[in-house]
T-cell receptor, first 114, second 113 residues
């Protein structure tokens, strides 16, 4: 899947570090999403952006800060994370126009908090 | 319990056999369902979707069946191949709009040569 690109693929950081995850979609979509995938748990929706506007914050701690400068790019800024934040972070995009459309995912960033 | 769940956490089949992966959902208002495939080290890949006004939809080697009466969704894979080995998720649109998908935990499909 090259339509949604996430960088970096792997990230190891300490609890006091500040880092950012990047997502870029080349599908012409206008909605973008951040999900958290932990072992043995369903995908958890974190944030939704529609036409660059945040439309959903699923009770995510403030140590996660999203940014959507345009419909093609999405960032997740990380600060003072906890060990339980170690997970696979997935970005997705979809077309909000018309009827239901599937979300397309990137390959994720594997985040490890030391 | 969760809105979307899977009857079997693991499924092992022989190459060439047909596979059936099941999913139960609890929200009768859900009107859109998606199946995803996730291989190791990769993100979920869209396989097929179905809207609630349909009972069946076919793709290449895959068929999704929707039974709204019992709130059940299944994915059938014909002539399963080793490359089909992955975790399969179902997802439902339970939020009344396109973007709020609820995912199941997934079923691990293993194809034996």
């Amino acid at each position: 899947e090259t339509g949604v690109t996430q960088t970096p693929r792997h990230l190891v950081m300490g609890m006091t570090n500040k880092k950012s995850l990047k997502c870029e979609q080349h599908l012409g979509h206008n909605a973008m999403y951040w999900y958290k995938q932990s072992a043995k748990k369903p995908l958890e929706l974190m944030f939704v952006y529609n036409f660059k506007e945040q439309t959903e914050n699923n009770s995510v701690p403030s140590r996660f800060s999203p940014e959507c400068p345009n419909s093609s790019h999405l960032f997740l800024h990380l600060h003072t994370l906890q060990p339980e934040d170690s997970a696979l972070y997935l970005c997705a995009s979809s077309n909000r126009q018309g009827s239901n459309q599937p979300q397309h995912f990137g390959d994720g960033t594997r985040l490890s908090i030391l | 319990g969760e809105s979307v769940g899977l009857h079997l956490p693991t499924l092992s089949v022989q190459e060439g056999d047909n596979s059936i992966i099941n999913c139960a959902y609890s929200n009768s208002a859900s009107d859109y369902f998606i199946w995803y495939k996730q291989e190791s080290g990769k993100g979920p890949q869209f396989i097929i979707d179905i809207r609630s006004n349909m009972d069946k939809r076919q793709g290449q080697r895959v068929t999704v069946l929707l039974n709204k009466t019992v709130k059940h969704l299944s994915l059938q894979i014909a002539a399963t191949q080793p490359g089909d080995s992955a975790v399969y998720f179902c997802a439902e649109n339970s939020g009344g709009s396109n973007y709020k998908l609820t995912f199941g935990k997934g079923t691990l499909l293993t194809v034996n040569p």
